[in-house]
């Protein structure tokens, strides 16, 4: 008889007072992806008991799960971290040294290698999908749906670690005892050089961002004329690409910027145009809205985001709107249009 696994024997197997058929038990539910969300929420509940003697986290908007769930592990000899996501469809793909060696790779500021260097590794993400990676050095990144990442197999101790991000990325950066860099290359004009961290990097359309969770990073513009902006937790740097010389940098709820990574979608505020642009990127959509009204409506709360039709019909109620989807298009339109007789319609 499979035993059942629930909230109070995880608790008790993170203790390390389970037994020996329990402990078996939970450890193999523990590494099935699909129990993910739900081991996360346990553990969020039981966060100050099970973070006893892990690595210090961030504040309380964004605790660090992934490395307190890995810390749990190493303390209960359970070796290495599971996979948290479902497996991509094959986007494993191998550089051929010529495309690397480009000149308009290398003009870009982007890998150069000359033909005896070793293939980097590409790892990218279909749209509607995210997936993590685990770094030569143990850091992990979580691609966000339709990004890409480029790294080397392996790093020497004696140079950066350097990544390559096309789209968005949730870094999880470990620490080295060397105080090796670790940088995060970019097509927005900047880089991101970690001083123990964790952050996210989206770079969609015109627009970059980079948002600090966690410890401290150095955004380093490429204009020399630009001087480098030392993040603290909870600050956004923000950059567009028809205003280069302007650079937005505030304080933020960090929450919204990477919920995505546990397939949710925080709104806070959130208009209408803004969620149009994000379901475009995240799921390579049409979005038509045809109430025009519906670009300024504004919602706070919480969705999933794993099945798009889920999520539309999340929206539908959200906002009070009518989401109709045909094929790869998704039309918004108000569900009770204002109206004369009706002065309370929205």
Same mark, same amino acid.
């Given at each position: ?7 109070? /024997? ?52 964004? +605790?660090?799960?992934?490395? /307190?769930? *890995? ?29 690397? =060696?480009?000149? !308009? ?9 000359? +033909? ?9 993400? %279909? ?24 790294? !080397? ?8 670690? *350097?990544?390559? /991000? &096309?789209? *968005? ?8 005892? %060397?105080?090796?860099?670790? =940088? ?10 970690? @001083? ?9 359309? &015109? ?15 490429? &204009? ?11 600050? /956004? ?18 929450? +919204? ?30 979005? =038509?809205?045809?109430?025009?009204? @519906?670009? %300024? ?6 969705? +999933?985001?794993?099945?798009? %039709? =889920? ?5 539908? *109620? ?29």
């Amino acid at each position: 008889m499979q035993l059942p696994i629930t909230e109070e /024997l995880v608790a008790r197997y993170a203790q390390g007072g389970a037994t020996v058929a329990e402990t078996a038990a939970v450890r193999h539910w523990l590494g099935q992806p699909a129990n993910y969300a739900q081991t996360q929420q346990w553990m969020r509940r039981h966060w100050e008991a099970l973070s006893a003697g892990a690595a210090p986290t961030a504040g309380p908007d964004d +605790p660090d799960y992934e490395a /307190l769930l *890995e810390n749990l592990h190493q303390r209960l000899g359970f070796g290495q971290l599971p996979q948290l996501v479902p497996p991509a469809a094959p986007a494993w793909r191998r550089w051929a040294a010529a495309a690397a =060696v480009a000149g !308009a790779v290398a003009g870009g500021g982007w890998l150069l290698y000359s +033909p005896r260097a070793v293939t980097p590794v590409e790892v990218a993400t %279909n749209y509607g999908q995210t997936r993590l990676l685990r770094l030569p050095d143990g850091s992990r990144v979580t691609l966000n749906a339709h990004s890409k990442l480029r790294y !080397a197999p392996r790093w020497a101790a004696d140079k950066p670690r *350097e990544v390559w /991000l &096309d789209g *968005e990325g949730y870094f999880a950066v470990r620490h080295q005892p %060397n105080h090796q860099r670790f =940088v995060v290359h970019t097509r927005a004009g900047f880089s991101v050089e970690v @001083l123990g961290t964790r952050f996210t990097v989206n770079r969609r359309r &015109d627009e970059a961002r980079v948002v600090l969770l966690a410890g401290k990073v150095r955004v380093d513009f490429d &204009d020399p004329q630009r001087a480098d902006v030392i993040m603290r937790p909870g600050e /956004l740097v923000e950059t567009h690409d028809a205003r280069p010389a302007a650079v937005v940098r505030k304080t933020v709820h960090t929450a +919204p910027y990477a919920a995505w990574k546990d397939a949710r979608l925080v709104l806070d505020e959130t208009t209408i145009a803004e969620m149009a642009t994000r379901l475009q990127d995240t799921y390579g959509v049409e979005v =038509v809205v045809a109430s025009p009204a @519906l670009n %300024n409506r504004k919602v706070t709360g919480t969705i +999933p985001v794993r099945d798009l %039709n =889920v999520l539309l019909l999340a929206l539908e *109620e959200a906002f009070d709107l009518q989401a109709t989807r045909a094929g790869n298009r998704i039309t918004l339109t108000e569900r009770h249009p204002s109206h004369p007789l009706n002065p309370t319609s929205k």
